[in-house]
């Protein structure tokens, strides 16, 4: 069974830190990895898109890393803002059968919040 | 531009009823889908659709109907209100959905209480 795990569950850090959010990942066909913030009450917003073969990608302040041996992503964020405080979701990607299409896994996310 | 709409925003339903949330996207993309996203659950696909005359099932079908007779629309239909389908519930768009790197483009999502 597809899965996806992400940790911390929740994180509190003051504004102008840096933080690493982390997922591991068991999906096959892998396809891609992604990563969406979502604020509250708001819909998943994505930030970075990566394939097999990437194994970092930056978005500004947000930089993630994929390790497609170890099944493993993480995402950095630098010099954390008020306006990051929102939930990091880890997705990952397999291939369908049919059709082609993707079949998306999502984790549970990564309550992030940034206190002043 | 205005994205993905998703209305209305809130509803609630008592046991039985049915009722319609309805999707729109004005970008042509041809793949939309429906997720739920429950506390301490990832988002789950209900239905999806490749193009306009083309749905199937995701991972959590029961209880919801869905159609696409044009690019734009994707409705989807609760055909029974139960509890177990108080959620809020996601919809979203991307250009083909093949096996690639399509961005997916997600509404911002209807909170649907069933008592």
């Known amino acids: 069974k597809n899965q996806v795990e992400q940790s911390p569950q929740s994180l509190i850090i003051l504004e102008g830190k840096n933080c690493t959010l982390q997922?591991?990942?068991?999906?096959?066909?892998?396809?891609?990895l992604r990563w969406y913030k979502q604020d509250t009450g708001r819909g998943p917003v994505s930030l970075t898109i990566?394939?097999?073969?990437?194994n970092t990608k930056s978005n500004g302040r947000y930089t993630a890393t994929l390790d497609a041996d170890t099944k493993q992503s993480s995402l950095h964020i630098t010099a954390s803002q008020l306006s990051d405080s929102a939930s990091y979701i880890c997705?990952?990607?397999?291939?369908?059968?049919?059709?082609?299409?993707?079949?998306?896994?999502f984790g549970t996310g990564t309550r992030l919040t940034i206190i002043p | 531009n205005a994205g993905v709409t998703q209305t209305p925003k809130f509803q609630v339903l008592k046991t039985g009823q049915s009722m319609t949330l309805q999707c729109a996207q004005d970008?042509?993309?041809?793949?939309m889908s429906w997720y739920r996203q429950d506390p301490g659950m990832g988002l789950r696909l209900i239905h999806y659709?490749?193009?306009?005359?083309?749905?199937d099932q995701g991972e959590v079908p029961n209880g919801y109907n869905v159609s696409r007779s044009t690019t734009e629309d994707f409705p989807l239909r609760l055909l029974s209100a139960a509890p177990s389908q108080t959620s809020v519930y996601f919809c979203?768009?991307?250009?083909?959905?093949?096996?690639?790197?399509?961005?997916?483009?997600f509404g911002p999502g209807t909170r649907l209480t069933v008592t």
């Open positions: 979203a768009s991307s250009y083909s959905g093949l096996a690639g790197v399509d961005e997916q483009y």
């Open positions: 997922c591991n990942y068991t999906v096959s066909p892998f396809s891609n």
């Open positions: 990566m394939t097999f073969s990437e």
């Open positions: 997705v990952v990607s397999a291939r369908r059968s049919n059709f082609g299409n993707e079949k998306l896994t």
């Open positions: 970008m042509n993309h041809e793949y």
């Open positions: 659709s490749v193009g306009a005359g083309i749905t």
